[in-house]
Antibody
């Protein structure tokens, strides 16, 4: 079965960096685009970033552009989110979400999330 | 960016009664192929979101048939024909017709009266 398991969250000071990881299993990872979506405590869902199946193309939300970098290692079935210059308002649960592949529709599988807390 | 507006934001319901959530987009979600990328998600307390409906009206595998999606253009609706206790949670609509970014509604909290 499809599994997405995020890790790497924690407490970090404003201005510092953190790298999130998502381990994918149960499907052919290199065929699918992948997203990161976040949810601030008690708030709604916010799309963060997408990476194409082959890593060739990425897009970011304006709120993280220039600070966050999405990447993937298809040999290891892993998705990453490098977060630099973290701000208090980046505090959220970050979800790894499966994206598009021919014949399927994106956002069908979500990980359990990893909590990032940015605080001094 | 496409703004998604849900109503109501809070929905108390009696078990066994129907419930309806509206989602409006700031521009038409109809794509060149005639389809609309409008999804509905359920987030139960303490859980990750789960997709219920994709492309306006297609139920995901394992989703009870009391859930249905409809709509076109800018107006969309999620209906629960008979609410059960396990349906408590927050429901989000999300558009994927005009990206990036993919955008979500604010969420509608469904609770049992």
């Amino acid at each position: 079965q499809v599994q997405l398991v995020e890790s790497g969250g924690g407490v970090v000071q404003p201005g510092r960096s953190l790298r999130l990881s998502c381990a994918a299993s149960g499907f052919t990872f290199y065929n699918y685009g992948m997203h990161w979506v976040r949810q601030a405590p008690g708030k709604g869902l916010e799309w963060v970033a997408i990476i194409w199946y082959d890593g060739s193309t990425t897009y970011y939300a304006d709120s993280v552009k220039g600070r966050f970098t999405i990447s993937r290692d298809n040999s290891e079935n892993r998705l990453y989110l490098q977060m630099n210059s973290l701000r208090v308002d980046d505090t959220a649960v970050y979800y790894c979400v499966r994206g598009y592949y021919s014949g399927t529709y994106p956002f069908d599988y979500w990980g359990q999330g990893t909590l990032v807390t940015v605080s001094s | 960016d496409v703004v998604m507006t849900q109503s109501p934001l809070s929905l108390p319901v009696t078990p066994g009664q129907p419930a309806s959530i509206s989602c409006r987009s700031s521009q038409s979600l109809i794509q060149r192929d005639g389809n609309s990328s409008l999804n509905w998600f359920q987030q139960r307390p303490g859980q990750s979101p789960r997709r219920l409906i994709y492309k306006v009206s297609n139920r995901d595998s394992g989703v009870p048939d009391r859930f249905s999606g409809s709509g076109s253009g800018t107006d969309f609706t999620l209906k629960i024909s008979r609410v059960e206790a396990e349906d408590v949670g927050v429901y989000y609509c999300m558009q994927g017709s005009h990206w990036p970014p993919w955008t979500f509604g604010q969420g509608t909290k469904v609770e049992i009266k």
